[in-house]
């Protein structure tokens, strides 16, 4: 059995190196004589792999020093509570809504204040990102909230809202290392690893430092908030030891790639591929407007759903899966993050040809 093209929207693809790697340390890590999986969350040996998973992602993402970086749980849905209980200080928020996620964490912050929606993309099925030049951000606003990549419909920002001085917070959870980004433009970014990173079961948060503080959401519990995590170092309680393990391999990996300005250019060529294909196929279409297309997710129809559904069985059949579409939008699509390679990508583009020329 060899591996397949995984196309998965997440849990997604992970560079094959680094399964190795993990591989061959699995029994025994590095002399300790146990597995990562095994070993105590308090030991010398976990406390090196915590550290320099820290240290790379902050060289990866250049950090500033007054961001501290958390390793958490519970998802990125946990998170769209955590970030109103710890940041609603005035009980206002304002959000953007560009998808489903966005969405659910508009809904969660209703629950304890008032969430505003300033911009929106719903008319249009979330096909694009509205403008944001000039929103209606409301004075006593504690925080702008967007989700920068949206995972399902296949869009970014590509370029940051004016937020009118107010602090930006961001879901990067699809889009996370996929290329640079300006950490000080946020006040804080926010991640499931599960989707360009790593295993399913940490979420990663960069956080400015003044913003984490004891003046929380009363009621608010230790777990969920942000001052618990940092003044443990991500280690509180027993943190997703493995998981971290993993991403940290996973930041070594794209180091050695050449870092995250190398991984913009490989991510580029790939959807360009795609894309360019889907501007002159006769069958297949694009659903997003084009100058808010995403490097990650790039959903796509034939515009007849008994041949979406027969040429995602066949594409699985050839060894390109999880190509159907998010439950909500149907079609297919395809999430190409940092460790699908283009050969994936060439793939998929030839199959999609020879599909188009059986299917006239
Ligand atoms: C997948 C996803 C989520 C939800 O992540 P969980 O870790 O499953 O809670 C949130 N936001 C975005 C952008 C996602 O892609």
Request: net charge negative.
């Amino acid at each position: 059995m060899g591996r397949v093209y995984n196309f998965s929207a997440g849990p997604a693809v992970l560079p094959e190196e680094v399964l190795r790697e993990a591989a061959d340390e699995m029994l025994d890590y590095r002399g300790s004589g146990m597995s990562v999986m095994e070993m105590s969350h308090r030991s010398k040996v976990f406390d090196e792999i915590i550290k320099d998973a820290e240290k790379d992602l902050r060289d990866l993402l250049n950090i500033p020093d007054n961001y501290k970086v958390l390793f958490l749980q519970g998802g990125a849905s946990t998170t769209f509570a955590m970030v109103p209980m710890n940041l609603m200080k005035n009980r206002v928020a304002d959000y953007i809504i560009t998808g489903q996620w966005a969405k659910k964490a508009y809904e969660e912050a209703c629950k304890y204040g008032k969430a505003n929606i300033v911009a929106s993309s719903a008319d249009k099925t979330f096909s694009y990102i509205p403008d944001c030049s000039d929103l209606p951000i409301s004075e006593d606003a504690d925080y702008v909230y967007i989700c920068e990549n949206n995972t399902i419909y296949g869009t970014k920002f590509k370029k940051l809202p004016n937020t009118k001085g107010k602090i930006l917070v961001s879901d990067v959870s699809s889009c996370f290392l996929s290329e640079p980004m300006n950490i000080s433009d946020y006040g804080m970014v926010y991640g499931g690893v599960q989707k360009n990173i790593g295993p399913a079961g940490v979420v990663i948060a960069i956080i400015r430092e003044d913003l984490i503080t004891d003046d929380v959401l009363e009621g608010t519990p230790t777990m969920l908030k942000f001052k618990t995590q940092a003044d443990a170092g991500s280690l509180y309680n027993t943190p997703p030891c493995y998981g971290i393990y993993i991403c940290g391999k996973v930041f070594k990996w794209l180091k050695k790639m050449g870092g995250l300005e190398e991984m913009k250019k490989r991510n580029e060529e790939k959807a360009k591929i795609l894309y360019d294909f889907l501007d002159s196929s006769e069958l297949f279409k694009g659903t997003v407007a084009k100058e808010d297309r995403s490097l990650m997710n790039v959903p796509f129809v034939t515009g007849d759903k008994d041949l979406d559904a027969k040429f995602v069985a066949e594409a699985k059949a050839a060894g390109l899966e999880n190509l159907k579409g998010h439950r909500s939008v149907g079609g297919m699509r395809a999430s190409i993050y940092n460790a699908m390679p283009k050969e994936g990508v060439e793939k998929l583009v030839e199959f999609m040809k020879e599909f188009e020329k059986n299917n006239k």
